[in-house]
């Protein structure tokens, strides 16, 4: 546990050793390195049925890995995992209409899309882990980084609600401007490979600058995920871990929403309301420490109200293929 404030939102005595941390790294690459090879292995497309049975069984993962925390650490630590793995969750709604942006943007054929999301992901992941750390490392020094994190996730919840962020614009990301002046790169794609010899010089194909948005991009999502979570868990192992489990199920789960997206039109004002709540809870952390029961009620409660209204409002509509 972080030894600062008492009244602070920690994950109990948590004590974690390097095995620990080693077991979670190993099954995280391995579940990234099974989701890699199997996902749509031998199809042209991913398929709708395939998409929502790994969708089903990463959340059976999750929620089973919530069970294990569960009887290792007692119900608060598995219940602050859940809550954790939920927030994260929610918020990964957004990640995906994003995807569909830069897919389209980049004209990245269909078959391509599960492997660079996959690869995109385990970059994502890796960024979040040092997110991770320097956030855990802050709060532990400086008492005065919740406020600073429920300030900026009341900002990022007033953006929300007014749209400001909907315009994503892959063409003004500055590493993607980097990386196109400095990497020799393919006008056209070439199947799945992110490298290719072309007159015998090595040339980078365009799914390598897809890569970098796509893992630049999601540093964005993780300024504003990270401190939210951090609002629920201090413990960095139970953070990551709710994350990891949180981002593992993405890429199926885009396949399965990225054509509904235009259906969710109410997503933004609960995501808002989730990080409006969160960033409150941050901001009195030395006044009240909610529950972590009231922390699940209120994110499940607020995104499934959110969804229904969404598709009640949009039902009928036309939905429009992924990119």
Known sequence: ???????????????????????????????????????????????????????????????????LMWAWQGGETGSEYLA???????????????????????????????????????LALVLRLVFIVAGAIMIDSLHVTFYAFGALLLFTAYKLARHDDSDIEPEHNPALRFVRKQVPMTADYHGRHLWVSDA?????????????????????????????????????????????????????????????????????????????????????VDVWHAPIWVSLAVIAGVLAFTIVISLRSTRGAVTTPAA
């Open 1 to 67: 546990m972080l030894p600062f404030a008492a009244s602070a939102p920690a994950a109990g005595d948590l004590e974690v050793s390097v095995a620990m941390w080693g077991a979670l790294g190993a099954l995280v690459i391995a579940m990234l390195a099974a989701d890699l090879v199997l996902f749509g292995r031998g199809r042209a497309e991913v398929s709708m049925r395939s998409s929502v049975a790994w969708s089903i069984g990463w959340v059976g993962l999750a929620l089973g890995f919530a069970a």
């Open 84 to 122: 954790g793995y939920l927030l994260e969750r929610s918020l990964s709604l957004d990640n995906i209409f994003v995807f569909a942006v830069i897919f389209g943007y980049f004209a990245v054929p269909r078959a391509v899309q599960p492997r660079v999301l996959a690869w995109g992901i385990a």
């Open 200 to 284: 015998g010089k090595r040339m980078a194909t365009p799914l390598v600058a897809v890569l970098v948005v796509i893992a630049t991009t999601d540093i964005v999502f993780a300024v504003d995920s990270i401190p939210a979570i951090f609002a629920v868990t201090t413990e960095p192992f139970v953070v990551f871990a709710a994350n990891a489990f949180a981002m593992l199920g993405l890429r199926a789960l885009y396949f399965v929403l990225a054509g509904m997206m235009d259906r969710f039109t109410y997503l933004s004002y609960g995501l808002a309301a989730i990080l409006g709540f969160i960033g409150v809870k941050m901001l009195l």
